[in-house]
């Protein structure tokens, strides 16, 4: 992204700026009023300046003054009058060929502009740690998405160290991470919680208990990925067990989560997965919920202050809203 950006400077320093090219810009604007373009095109269109003025409700004098003073502006005519109307000069087809485009190119900025202001279209570039399986992260998502159909979410896995480099490089918009610890140079925004999770083969004893607690855990091998969330969740393990004065046994493998699970359905081990895990189904696995509220931990969003990408402002906005409605679809059961 900085090579891109020192690429752009330098090749404005090699150029030169739009406003000091070789035209003849007047201090106080553009060498003609554009609105004479409009009657231009109109005029060539309809084939007499009154029926211009009729067709955009302004006077004939106007329409009429204004295409004068275009045409001594540039310097030659582009209308030929008669007294049944008008009709353009071959200077005029040619003035009109090689404007329409750059006309059209003016139009489509300002509706593309018009349209990132008001979050029709657009990126916003998400960070992730955890599934989309199921759970508020793919409801808020899937909710957006279908809000703002016009705007691209590029969904990028990744582990917590990354996404800030990122996030602060401008190069994501915001990602999602476990805790709600303030982090230097971005804002936060809890947007809801998740109830810890163990893995277990189904072979396990602890597979017919339908919720677990840390003292049943002790003396099991855990595995976590080498990748994140990896270490975060050995972290996590050592912190909660430390309680019972046993140094657990973890692993770490050279895999992917989802391989993770696998092996984990084979008996090598048991680990930690957030509850967005339930939706997924995986033979020979299951889930139970740690008992302890120390194990329901809160979920944020993180992003630079300095972002002003107004697709990704609107994501966040409509992030909150839709926690209250979800907050209360959870409180009804739904």
Same mark, same amino acid.
């Given at each position: 992204?900085?090579q /891109?950006?020192?690429? @752009?400077?330098?090749?404005?320093?090699?150029?030169?700026?739009?406003?000091?090219?070789?035209?003849?810009?007047?201090?106080?604007?553009?060498?003609?009023? +554009?609105? %004479?373009?409009?009657?231009? +095109?109109?005029?060539?269109?309809?084939?007499?300046?009154?029926?211009?003025?009729?067709?955009?409700?302004?006077?004939?004098? !106007?329409?009429?003054?204004?295409?004068? *003073?275009?045409?001594?502006?540039?310097?030659?005519?582009?209308?030929?009058?008669t007294?049944?109307?008008?009709?353009?000069?071959?200077?005029?087809?040619?003035?009109?060929?090689?404007?329409?485009?750059?006309?059209?190119?003016?139009?489509?900025a300002?509706?593309?502009?018009?349209?990132?202001?008001?979050? /029709?279209?657009?990126?916003?570039?998400?960070?992730?740690?955890?599934t989309?399986?199921g759970?508020?992260? @793919?409801?808020?998502?899937?909710?957006?998405?279908?809000?703002?159909?016009?705007v691209?979410?590029?969904? $990028?896995?990744?582990?917590?160290?990354?996404?800030?480099?990122?996030?602060?490089? $401008?190069?994501?918009? #915001?990602?999602?991470?476990?805790?709600?610890?303030?982090?230097?140079?971005?804002?936060?925004?809890?947007?809801?919680?998740? $109830?810890?999770?163990?893995?277990?083969?189904?072979?396990?004893?602890?597979?017919?208990?339908?919720?677990?607690?840390?003292?049943q855990?002790?003396?099991? @091998?855990?595995?976590?990925?080498?990748?994140?969330?990896?270490?975060?969740?050995?972290?996590?393990?050592? @912190?909660? #067990?430390?309680?019972?004065?046993?140094?657990?046994?973890?692993?770490?493998?050279?895999?992917?989560?989802?391989?993770?699970?696998?092996?984990?359905?084979?008996?090598?081990?048991?680990?930690?997965?957030?509850?967005?895990?339930?939706?997924?189904?995986?033979? *020979?696995?299951?889930?139970r919920?740690? !008992?302890?509220?120390?194990?329901?931990?809160?979920?944020?969003?993180?992003?630079?202050?300095?972002?002003?990408?107004?697709?990704?402002?609107?994501?966040?906005?409509? %992030?909150?809203?839709? $926690?209250?409605?979800?907050?209360?679809?959870?409180?009804?059961?739904?």
């Amino acid at each position: 992204m900085e090579q /891109e950006y020192q690429g @752009r400077l330098k090749s404005r320093v090699n150029n030169p700026p739009s406003w000091e090219r070789p035209v003849q810009w007047p201090e106080t604007g553009l060498p003609f009023d +554009l609105r %004479a373009v409009r009657y231009v +095109l109109a005029a060539a269109e309809l084939l007499s300046f009154s029926k211009v003025a009729l067709a955009l409700d302004i006077k004939v004098s !106007t329409v009429s003054r204004s295409i004068r *003073d275009l045409e001594d502006s540039i310097g030659v005519s582009l209308f030929e009058r008669t007294t049944m109307g008008v009709r353009l000069t071959d200077a005029g087809s040619r003035f009109l060929d090689d404007i329409l485009p750059a006309i059209f190119q003016i139009e489509n900025a300002i509706h593309h502009a018009g349209s990132a202001g008001r979050v /029709e279209e657009g990126v916003v570039r998400i960070g992730i740690l955890t599934t989309l399986a199921g759970g508020f992260l @793919r409801d808020v998502i899937a909710g957006y998405r279908q809000e703002f159909d016009g705007v691209r979410l590029q969904i $990028r896995d990744g582990g917590r160290r990354e996404h800030l480099r990122a996030i602060r490089a $401008r190069d994501l918009d #915001i990602a999602f991470f476990t805790g709600n610890g303030a982090i230097d140079d971005c804002d936060l925004l809890e947007l809801w919680q998740e $109830r810890v999770h163990v893995a277990i083969s189904a072979a396990h004893p602890l597979a017919r208990e339908p919720e677990l607690d840390w003292p049943q855990l002790k003396g099991e @091998r855990f595995i976590v990925p080498s990748q994140e969330p990896g270490p975060e969740v050995h972290d996590y393990i050592i @912190r909660r #067990i430390a309680d019972y004065s046993t140094y657990p046994d973890i692993g770490f493998r050279p895999v992917l989560l989802e391989t993770l699970m696998h092996l984990v359905a084979m008996g090598e081990g048991i680990t930690l997965v957030s509850e967005g895990w339930t939706r997924i189904a995986c033979p *020979d696995l299951v889930l139970r919920p740690l !008992t302890s509220a120390q194990d329901i931990v809160p979920m944020s969003a993180v992003w630079s202050p300095q972002n002003d990408n107004p697709a990704m402002r609107r994501f966040i906005s409509f %992030a909150q809203s839709f $926690r209250r409605q979800w907050r209360r679809a959870v409180a009804a059961g739904g």
